[in-house]
């Protein structure tokens, strides 16, 4: 992976990327194409700050160890599953960019699920992306509302009749419901249920 910079974004939606690849070195293997990445580099925001703080402070709470103990923990942990992507190695929490902090944040909660952290606040209010929370619901078991176990999924019938876009927009095709909130959702109707989940 190899970090380039945007020259230029011209009016036809393409752009100039610069990059230090030494292309000749890789003649022989005739490379035509590559991946492009983007990094959002809009300063951390305080509200991503604050989410952060507050689910490494359960976990702190829920294993004993301090918040600044969780929190250097936790960054190398997610540094080494990232080595191959993460450009910069070390970042820290008051002026990573977006991006990044976003995936620590979805690290976060990862772990958060599958070792049953317990939450003073409901974890919908922390995640920042839905479709990647709905997933690791489903995988652990767990309520996407209330995080208790889910025994029951909610499946959408997508491309019959429904509308495909927003349905996979929102990650509903598949989501892991308790008892009570999979009859709830079907009582007021799915609309307004993830309207009052703010889904
Ligand atoms: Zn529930
Ligand atoms: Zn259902």
Redesign the pocket.
């Known amino acids: 992976m190899l970090k380039g910079k945007i020259k230029e974004v011209r009016e036809d939606g393409t752009a100039v990327i610069i990059a230090p690849i030494d292309l000749y070195k890789w003649a022989h293997r005739n490379y035509k194409e590559c991946y492009v990445d983007f990094i959002d580099s809009r300063p951390l925001s305080d509200k991503q700050r604050r989410m952060c703080y507050a689910l490494i402070n359960a976990i702190a709470e829920w294993s004993g160890s301090t918040t600044e103990e969780i929190k250097e923990a936790f960054k190398m942990e997610f540094w080494a599953e990232q080595v191959e992507t993460l450009a910069d190695k070390i970042f820290s929490l008051s002026n990573a960019p977006m991006s990044l902090v976003a995936s620590f944040q979805k690290f976060l909660i990862g772990f958060i699920l599958h070792n049953d952290v317990p939450l003073k606040f409901s974890l919908l209010d922390y995640v920042d992306d839905i479709q990647d929370y709905v997933y690791k619901c489903l995988i652990n078991k767990k309520?996407c509302?209330?995080?208790?176990r889910?025994d029951l999924h909610h499946i959408d019938a997508v491309g019959m009749g429904n509308d495909r876009n927003e349905v996979q927009h929102l990650g509903r095709e598949v989501m892991s419901?308790?008892r009570?909130?999979h009859t709830e959702m079907h009582t007021i109707g799915k609309k307004d249920f993830f309207c009052k989940i703010s889904l």
């Open positions: 309520c509302v209330c995080g208790k889910a419901l308790c009570v909130h």
